[in-house]
């Protein structure tokens, strides 16, 4: 079975997180700084050859309401421009508050700011992918 790489996409920084090869727990990776467009895309599909990647889950950033806002339509255009430069399988999943998730596990473990600031991406991407992961086992 091979991993599935979970990304968490901001403005200035994309949270990466990967699963074991069972597909059972996932774990922050590391975070890159955005430089822009191709080296973006670029940097995702070096990481998803590194890891030995088949599945790569990017976080949607649905309104709280659970609509399609200013962001999911970024976040489409990305996914198109992930597909078109990856050969592996690219879905999309609910990141509602996965941030927000983060920040209070980073804060209730006294990580410290600059710490949490350098590393908040990857633990978001990790919650995501760890939802995903514990959906498709639910099936």
């Known amino acids: 079975m091979s991993r599935t790489l979970a990304l968490d996409v901001g403005e200035r920084r994309i949270g990466v997180a990967v699963s074991d090869p069972a597909g059972i727990i996932a774990q922050p990776l590391l975070v890159v700084e955005r ?5 973006d895309l670029s940097r995702i ?5 590194e890891q030995g990647v088949g599945r790569l889950v ?19 255009r990305f996914i198109a421009r992930l597909r078109g430069v990856l050969s592996v399988e690219v879905v999309a999943a609910d990141e509602r508050l996965t941030t927000a998730a983060a920040e209070r596990s ?4 006294d990580v410290r700011r600059r710490r949490r600031r350098q590393v908040r991406d990857a633990v978001a991407a990790a919650l995501l ?5 514990d959906r498709r086992r639910a099936g």
């Open 129 to 133: 992918l760890q939802g995903y992961l």
């Open 58 to 76: 990017v976080g949607y950033p649905l309104t709280m309401a659970g609509e399609r806002g200013t962001q999911a339509r970024r976040m489409d």
């Open 106 to 109: 980073l804060l209730e473990g």
């Open 45 to 49: 599909a070096a990481i998803v050859r």
């Open 35 to 39: 430089t822009g467009g191709a080296a």
